[in-house]
């Protein structure tokens, strides 16, 4: 145990509580998740330089890991960087969210040297930052996507896409809290509560970007309740309650059915020849026709931000996206991530997208399954992961600032905090 006058005592107790204050304001604060990478980044190297020689004590395979994820978080931005240098382009704000994830990397370390219990710390944290979003939301300035003339939930700062996603990923990961917390019958009020208030404003956002992802948090679940030590009619009791809780605000809201029925009919109805598409799916049905043919002519170097204007102009780009698409692409992205990586990055850039989220969430799974002390932590990581997976093929996740910022400090967090509470759980 520290000393109360050793200066690592407040640096930990500084790093705790930018752990805890992270969830809270990312959907109500411009710039939360970034201003947060950084501190937590200052803190941690801070720490690691005063506590040098904890690391080198660490488990062997916990080394091995946690220097996995170093090269898996550093992947975005070597892959950016390496397209850039063999497009002879060298351009700075590219690298900038990929760069975000470096950051991260400190982090990382400083958690672990620290030991910090970010188990005790996420149970609490993250039901009240849903909480204290919704309750913020009335009295945050009525600017920005709030003023979205579709109606659908922002905050000023945080467009439709973005807060649907990330508030249906706490909201799911309030859910698994409250289920594995269910003796503790504040946190489980508090993180049942602020499950159905996530699930609550991601419908309100109309989002579709993560609404799938559900059906693998289902799955999880019936697979964690079959893997636990109960009957068979608790299993089965447990898994259905829990589909019709997750499942019933969606199916009984007329905007969900709504915008899933328009969802199916957009991709019915999508014709190769006719290039007037400028409804939300067709359009992203044409931007992967477009990227996946970007990516084919330069698979290796990328095109960068810009450097397929002129050829978005061709005659065979023409006849498949009409020119608000094709311009959507240039201003906008692909919105997608794996596309956005393709065209832009190459290769390179598609191997740093799948790694960073396939790697954690094997690394997630291979605990949940090995260490019964850590499984809540892991399954955190699990569901967190799949909601940013399948959110990351419609929208951007490692492409914007502020959602790499969170997407980063996240992993770090459940990653440090799996490994720290399966190092202090008795053997």
Known sequence: MLSKIDPRYYLTIALS????????????IKGWAGYHLFICALLSMMLLWMNRQHLSKLDISDQSQI???????????????AAQIFRNEINLPALDSPARFIFAIPILYGLMASKINIERIFVIAIPLGVIATYLLIPYLPQKGWVLDPTGRLATYSVDPLTFGKI????????????????QKKIILIIAFLSALIGIHMSILSQSRTGWPSIFLFLTFLTLHF?????SISKKIFLTLGLCIVVLTPFLTNPKVLDRTVSAIQEIKEFQTKNIEKNKSVEMRLSFWRIGAQLFIEKPITGWGNDGFKERLAAPDFREIANQHTRDFTLGAGFHSDIMQNAVRSGIGGVLAYLSIFLVPLAFFIRLYLKNPSSQLMSGLGIIYVCVELISSLSTEVLSLKSTASFYGLMIVFLVAGSLNTKNQSPT
């Open 67 to 81: 220097r996995i994820m170093a090269w898996i978080l550093a992947l975005p931005f070597l892959a950016t960087l």
């Open 167 to 182: 508030a249906l990923g706490l909201g799911l990961i309030s859910l698994f809290i409250a289920i594995e917390n269910i």
């Open 226 to 230: 079959f893997h636990k030590k109960i």
């Open 17 to 28: 509580i930018a752990v805890f204050t992270t969830p809270l304001g990312i959907l109500t």
